[in-house]
């Protein structure tokens, strides 16, 4: 197994995946709940900072790997859903969401180690759609882990009502990517399923 900058990077993210969620069964005589969604607010824009500097880091160093492309997308659906499970528990967003997104995640990664089997993965290589969704659920959610009112100048900028639009967005987002990843797939699937019209 290689190890570099990078992919330690990307196991630092798989690292504090516990420790955002850990964040809220600490005993609340020792952090208020304020604090608790500040700190697991922070924790997941920091692991959304790694995913970024390790594909940067990757790519500038030369430091691109078989393994690394395989960890780092799994490093990003489990913070994602580890974010999104506890959301869910918290009562800030609806289960349809969550399940929605995972959902996406579970069927798009199926798909994709699929279609690498049967030579055929650039069919379902990612898209800018696909980079769109990701970028509404990371800004998304540590709006909705932050959970509540900021005030600058004068103005309240209130996260539960924008994380909340804009986690709907992403969810859309995450539906359409996904039919668009299956129509390009669809060919092969119909081929190779001898599924018939």
Not at 26 to 31: E, F, H, K, N, V
Not at 102 to 128: D, F, K, N, P, Y
Not at 160 to 183: D, E, F, K, N, P
């Amino acid at each position: 197994m290689p190890f570099n900058l990078p992919i330690f990077l990307t196991w630092l993210r798989i690292v504090l995946i516990p420790l955002m969620v850990g964040v809220y069964y600490l005993p609340a005589d020792w952090i208020t709940s304020m604090q608790m969604n500040w700190v697991a607010c922070a924790i997941f824009v920091l692991a959304a900072l790694t995913d970024w500097f390790d594909g940067y880091l990757a790519r500038r160093l030369d430091q691109t790997s078989a393994f690394g492309a395989f960890l780092d997308p799994v490093a990003d659906k489990l913070m994602v859903a580890a974010a999104l499970l506890m959301l869910l528990q918290l009562g800030r967003i609806n289960g349809m969401i969550a399940l929605v997104i995972i959902g996406r995640e579970i069927t798009i990664s199926a798909l994709r180690e699929w279609m690498a089997q049967i030579g055929a993965s650039r069919s379902v290589a990612v898209h800018s759609l696909g980079k769109i969704k990701t970028a509404a659920q990371m800004v998304a959610i540590p709006m909705l882990l932050f959970n509540g009112t900021l005030t600058w100048a004068g103005l309240a900028f209130d996260s539960r009502v924008w994380g909340t639009w804009l986690i709907y967005v992403a969810a859309v987002l995450t539906l359409w990517s996904m039919l668009y990843y299956l129509r390009r797939a669809w060919p092969q699937i119909r081929e190779r399923g001898g599924a018939k019209l």
